[in-house]
């Protein structure tokens, strides 16, 4: 089976969710250090965890894209 490549339409999506995911990252970071309330914290501290696997995720992604654009010939 042949591995599709995705549409360019797609990888400018993906830019855009991994520019609001980096977002949100940086809102839980910066939060969990300002609030005093330790059920808080320990919320934004695991979403800043989970972010941080969702921005990995999506980087490779973003990787595969480019690499897929890169072995397209040229026209």
Same mark, same amino acid.
């Not at 490549?5 to 949100?24: G, R, V, W, Y």
């Not at 969990?32 to 800043?48: C, P, R």
């Not at 965890?49 to 999506?58: P, R």
């Given at each position: 089976?042949? !591995?599709?490549?995705? $549409?360019?339409?797609? &990888?400018?999506?993906?830019? *855009?969710?991994?520019?609001? !995911?980096?977002?949100?990252l940086? !809102? &839980?970071?910066t939060?969990?250090?300002?609030? &005093?309330?330790? *059920?808080?914290k320990?919320?934004?501290?695991q979403? $800043?965890?989970?972010?941080?696997?969702?921005v990995? *995720?999506? !980087? $490779?992604?973003?990787? *595969? $894209?480019?690499?897929?654009?890169?072995?397209?010939?040229?026209?």
């Amino acid at each position: 089976m042949e !591995k599709q490549c995705i $549409a360019p339409h797609e &990888s400018i999506q993906l830019h *855009e969710i991994l520019t609001f !995911k980096n977002l949100c990252l940086t !809102k &839980s970071l910066t939060m969990s250090k300002l609030v &005093s309330d330790e *059920e808080l914290k320990s919320i934004l501290n695991q979403d $800043a965890i989970l972010g941080e696997e969702h921005v990995k *995720e999506l !980087k $490779a992604l973003m990787e *595969e $894209a480019r690499s897929d654009w890169d072995r397209l010939p040229n026209i």
